[in-house]
């Protein structure tokens, strides 16, 4: 631990109480969290992570026979001294852990109030910052891709594209004000292709991490090839699944023309108060499909509302969920 | 409850019109939702098992489909079958004729006129002093039940009636009905029929109150209007029978005829009935003894009446001729081809030793010295108990008219007759002129009691007459139509309903006539009776009777054809110019369809207001 952390943290806490994100009684409790990895990181760059890769730590991990050129420090002097042979000690290696957040920032998650984007970010903002304490890289990746459609969106499209480079990857607590505020600058908006997504970040990962997936899980494409090639690349998935209280208890009945945000397809429905648990039903359906295809490949699913209170799901949810502790 | 105009029904082909623009023009409000992948699913999910999901709880769509309910039963005008507004006075008239057993309405026509005559006798208003009285119209009319509040005795007078196989006579019935009603504005006479009645044109302007009450649906009905039997012209041992069988569909029927003598089969003929015509049916058989032909049509139809007939048929006899003449080759040649029975005997005088040993008396030009009791042929005689004017000559008389539709003028012309002298008379009560001069008739028959005449008034000697071929065909006419085995062959062939009449020679005290359904009824007779008369005659088919030791048959028979025709009539014809048209019930006054136009408003109104409430 380096002196100077300390003493930048409650700048950090103002900051991310400035970006709107979290407060700091939240981050406070945060930072005694830290992601639970299942697996042995295999990350190539040093962190405070347990991998297989033998290294410099203070954790014991095996010894080895002595030969030529190895270097002295190493030896263990006691085993020496019992039976009179050279044996080196070797320790576990602590590399980083690569945490990849999927953030979806499609139309549909601009609804909601606060919006599903809006909640996303702040869960986004939670583990980014426990990874970022527990030393460990965090890349957001987020998507669908931006599209300048204007002239005079240029600008905007300049700055947004800066800032999901920035947060494409983010090291060290001290980066932690910088990745709030990148954060709280992210637009939303498009056309999400979600497997294409999941795909396309798969590949570009050279090791894999921790993935947390964060979405309405609303594609008409479907879910199941995205996140099925996230756990085939060996990531260890959360799918936090966010939908929006309008989404789980309409309000809106009576003879209704509906559409779609994002590809702007027309659905007509008569709705009333007497189908209401019908529809209930038919998302308790959607959501319970979503939790079965997770479990089934070993990821972690959670399934909230944008309307509950984040606290609650970051400090309580989730850490009985083991994915953090 | 029923209804006057129940056309208006077809308006209720708007309700499910309303339901389809309710499925097909909604007004939908459009929103904005981030994905409809839930509702896809959730349509997928509900919709499959509940497709008339989109109307379930839209109070406007159930306001409106009351209203249009509403508003056709209005216009189909519900009524409740009469209950306050019969008048003071009911005549029920329940035609019981032939047609009435024609079974298109279930269980029959009959039937059914009895249904509604009872439901009339439901709604007689006993508290306001409503009264009735039942009429039967079979083969003639029979009160049932006179005028009375007894809802009971009205029921069991209904229930009583008994339909007959007699052609409608309901003139007589309504003649009867008028009595009772007259000087009663508030009576009326309810007729339950199916309006296939002849000729009701005395009550043309009676100004009758009479609410017909229409039976029937169907004319699908084939039936026998014509049945008789004659000797055989080319084979005298033979007897010929022509029937004729008229179809009142208006599609041709296969049919079969068949023939039975005393009840066995003798013959059968497939014949093809044309459509809304009469087929003439013509057999002949050879006849050893006295019998009862029975024609017997087989045909799908709703009326089994008309479908049998049954004719008595007697051995020919040799008809006795006596011819008082002072000389007439043509007369006694002409007489003597007559027929094939003839007996021609030649006298001078008729006298009292002559009386009762001929059938046929002809008088040429002679004062008999005893008159003839049986039938006669008078040419230019003129006894002056027949005529009441004194009789005078004309000179040269043309001959004006001529009545060929008669049986004695059947192939007669009177084309190049001419007549050099004749008797001048005035038209008698007994007979109908059968050739006319402008100033008298010069042929006339007739019948004075039970005898036959002819007279003629000219003698044929001062004409052409006997040198044209009609003369030998009129005497043959004469003879065959004065000849007493034809008028009783006649006399053994009575309508359905019409009395049976028997000269009796000898006086009878008992007898029993045994009916076609197999029921026997003894008679009692006074010993001073003439006639024997039985008039219990309304079901067809062969009566026989037991007159002391005496046996014979006769034959009811519908033959009808305006019974055969059981079409029923929309309208009464009352005469020419008055009609009576089919009603279900008069008074208006028991219409409902305002109050359900009432209902339709108040609908209307909770509509609107249901409208404004929802959508502000």
Redesign the interface.
Known sequence: MFPGTRVERSDLVEGATMAGILTPQVLRRLEQFQLIAARRAKSSAKGERRSRARGQSVEFADHRNYVLGDDLRYLDWNLFGRLDRLFLKLYEEERELPVRIFLDAS??????TPS?FDFARQVAAAIGYVALCGFDRVSVHVFPDLTAQKEADLTQYNAQLAIRGALRSVRGKKSSLEYFTNLTGLRGGGVADFNGAMKRGVLESRQAGVAVVLS?F???AGYEPGLMALVGRGFQVNAIQIL?P??LDPS?F??????????G??????F?K??LA??R???A??VQRLREFCQGRGANFFSCSSGESIEDLLLRQLRSAEMWG | MRFLTPLAFWFALALPAVVVFYLLKRKRVTRVVPSTLLWQRFLAETQASAPMQRLRHNWLLLLQLLLLLLLVLALARPYFAGKAGLGQMQVVVLDASASMQATDETPSRFERARKDALALVDALAVGKGGQMVVLVAGANAEVRQSATSEKASLRRALEGARVTDSPTRLAEALRVAETLIRDRPDAEIHLFSDGAIPELAEFETRDLRLVYHKVGKGARNAGIVAFDVKPNPEDPAKRALFLSVANHRSESVDARIELAFDGQLIETKAVMLEATNTTPVVFIASQARDGVYTARLVAEDDLAADNQASVVSLMPQPVRVLLVSRGNRFLEKALAAAGVNVELSLAADHSSADAGRHDVVVLDDVVPSEWPRGNVLAIHVAPTNWFEAPIGEIESPPIVNWRNTHPLLRFVSFDSVQIAKAQQVKSPAWGVSLVDAPQSPLVIAGEMGRQRVVWVGFDTLESTWPLRISFPIFLANVVDWLNPATAKAEQFLVKSGDAFRLPLAAPVTSGSVTGPDGKVQTVTLAPEASEFVWSDTGRQGIYRVQLGTNQLAFAANLLDAAESNIRPRETLDLGRFTQVKATTEKDANLEYWRWFALAGLAVMLGEWWWFHRRTA
């Open positions: 139309e549909s998650m601009l609804f909601g599903k309405d609303l594609d008409p929006s309008e989404e809106a009576g003879d209704l023309r509906l559409v779609d945000s994002e590809t397809s027309l659905q007509e429905v008569t009333g007497y189908r019908a529809y039903q038919t998302v359906n959607y």
